[in-house]
């Protein structure tokens, strides 16, 4: 379900991509991939709203891991809320964000 997910992700299908990463993260919601896939999801969607919400719950699935390594992606997930909350002209919750890209 997964590969199909990225495949509707990539062939510009963000709904299906979104629809099916969701159905992912319902049975393991521990899915690296189809956590931060689904943010890209959103992102070309226009799910704006949803993106941070996603950066809290990746940051607090990892955070329990405790290994440098998922770090780079709890980076990298907030510099997503960032792009999302600059979409909507946000720039408070942007620049707060953009703290903890720099310092996940």
Known sequence: MLRSAIDALNAGRTNAAAELLEKVLATEPCNLKANYALQLACL???????VPQLALR?????????FPSKLAVVSASYQNAVV?????????????????????
């Open 84 to 104: 999302a909350d600059a979409a909507e002209g946000n720039t408070k919750l942007a620049v707060a964000h953009g703290r903890k890209v720099a310092k996940p």
């Open 44 to 50: 070309r969607a226009g799910r704006y709203q949803e």
């Open 58 to 66: 990746l940051e607090a699935v990892y955070r329990s891991f405790q």
